[in-house]
């Protein structure tokens, strides 16, 4: 068994109660695992500072002069959730052979890397941790959170169920995913497009022990509008098939209203604005949706993904 070098990458904004907590918690952690042989001795984590207000930075400089397994990473200002680990995963991708993504509150059991460290010495690129339990959430954000995987898997989004951005990638799985040239980035929807083989590792999700959750309802409502328009074009084939349902019910409309005018039904002028409304309204919708679909292929065209993700190749020099 060979001992990888792993890079923890945890993305922090506005942290400082709770970056020492989780330092302490991964040191002690990274020792262990140390011991066991599980890791090498070059192991990183790395803490990026995501621009923020408070003294998130000073708390990391600190630990990075203390301790030589600590990186510290600054950006220049609040890139969000999914840039800020883009960076520390860029940082990291040269010089590890895995890394674990985990957020700063450590609201995802820290125990479960053995899980993942496990899965990767058995060949796993990409191990996905997975919330058993989200029993102590609220009953909000748990109402939410799952209506949200529902949809996207409905809109056709392959994403696994129950997991967020705790994960272990492979180094090649690591730079496959770097390869992405997409800047609207939803990793968790785009984890499963590498394809390599992945595994699944259970653990309970706890509680924040300290400062506050940096997803308010208004960063939660866009991260779900991001994930479903950095994915798919689905809701503008919807726009097109209200169209044409649209037209057809026009059509009906049409005919019930040609019966009564010839019927001597019918107020004057009544007939020719309902068959307007309708139709038009129905062409109107269509035309839309068409062009949409036109506006989907070049929004597709532009994210650059890789046409391909090589896995391996047989040859003989
Ligand atoms: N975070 C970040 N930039 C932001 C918002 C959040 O780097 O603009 C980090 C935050 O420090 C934490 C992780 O993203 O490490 C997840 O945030 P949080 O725990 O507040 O989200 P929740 O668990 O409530 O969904
Ligand atoms: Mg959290």
């Given amino acids: 068994m060979n001992t990888p070098v792993l ?7 506005n942290e400082e109660e709770m970056l020492p907590i989780t330092a302490k918690r991964l040191i002690e952690l990274t020792d262990d695992m140390r011991a066991k042989a599980m890791i090498s001795e070059k192991s990183r984590i790395v803490l990026v500072d995501d621009g923020s207000k408070d003294n998130t930075w000073q708390v990391i400089s600190s630990l990075h002069s203390r301790y030589e397994r600590f990186e510290g990473v600054k950006l220049a200002h609040n890139a969000g959730h999914m840039n800020a680990l883009w960076a520390g995963m860029t940082m990291a991708a040269p010089k590890c052979d895995c890394i674990i993504s985990i957020d700063a509150d450590l609201q995802d059991d820290v125990n479960a890397m053995y899980g993942f460290l496990q899965e990767y010495q058995k060949g796993a690129d990409v191990v996905c941790g997975v919330r058993s339990s989200r029993a102590k959430d609220t009953v909000f954000k748990r109402t939410t959170a799952q209506g949200f995987y529902k949809l996207m898997n409905k809109l056709g989004v392959e994403m696994v169920y129950n997991h967020a951005d705790y994960r272990l990638l492979s180094k090649r799985a690591l730079e496959a995913l770097l390869s992405f040239g997409e800047v609207n980035m939803f990793l968790r929807g ?3 497009l590498l394809g390599f083989k992945t595994a699944v590792v259970e653990y309970e999700r706890g509680v924040r022990v300290a400062g506050e959750s940096k997803y308010p309802l208004k960063k939660m409502v866009a991260f779900a509008i991001e994930g479903i328009t950095s994915f798919t074009n689905k809701p503008i084939r919807y726009v097109t098939l209200t169209g044409i349902l649209c037209s057809v019910l026009g059509l009906a409309m049409a005919i019930y209203v040609l019966v009564s005018l010839f019927g001597g039904h019918s107020v004057a002028g009544w007939a020719s604005l309902m ?5 038009l309204g129905g062409l109107n919708l269509v035309a839309l949706g068409l062009i949409g679909e036109y506006i989907g292929k070049i929004y597709m065209e ?8 090589l896995e391996e190749y047989l040859r003989h020099e």
């Fill in 302 to 309: 532009t994210k650059r993904r890789p046409k391909f993700i």
């Fill in 275 to 279: 068959m307007s409304i309708w139709l």
């Fill in 190 to 192: 785009m984890v499963p």
């Fill in 7 to 13: 890079y923890i990458v945890i993305p922090c904004y």
